[in-house]
């Protein structure tokens, strides 16, 4: 038997053949459900692989309008990039991922802010 032929039970007690995950990353951490004593999964499930090669997808919304700090900050968080230490980019380093996929980004000042705005 081999790991994709493994069906188990979701939350919802509905069969899900690993099949399903298949030339997929799979983590498997075999926990009780619903159980409250799981604080020790607390860093498990802040877990984020960060992977070089994946691109980057700029969600509609953020494109081609005025990204101010708050903007360009919650950006980051939604696109969770990593350096290699596992740590969070600012905007900075962030820039630089989206520059080398390509991405525009324009620079400028409005009222004394600087903004971005990002384009395909």
Not at 18 to 43: G, M, P, R, S, W
Not at 64 to 84: G, H, N
Request: aromatic share 10%; net charge negative; hydrophobic share 35%.
């Amino acid at each position: 038997m081999n790991l994709y032929e493994i069906e188990v039970l979701d939350n919802n007690n509905q069969t899900i053949s690993l099949n399903n995950y298949k030339d997929q990353v799979l983590l498997i951490v075999n926990t009780a459900t619903d159980c409250e004593f799981t604080e020790q999964y607390d860093d498990l499930e802040e877990l984020y692989v960060y992977d070089r090669k994946s691109s980057l997808e700029v969600p509609p919304e953020f494109l081609d309008v005025r990204l101010f700090t708050e903007e360009k900050e919650e950006l980051c968080e939604i696109l969770r990039v990593r350096d290699e230490w596992g740590k969070l980019m600012k905007w900075t380093k962030t820039k630089e991922r989206l520059l080398a996929e390509d991405y525009t980004i324009i620079e400028k000042r409005y009222n004394n802010r600087r903004y971005a705005i990002i384009s395909i």
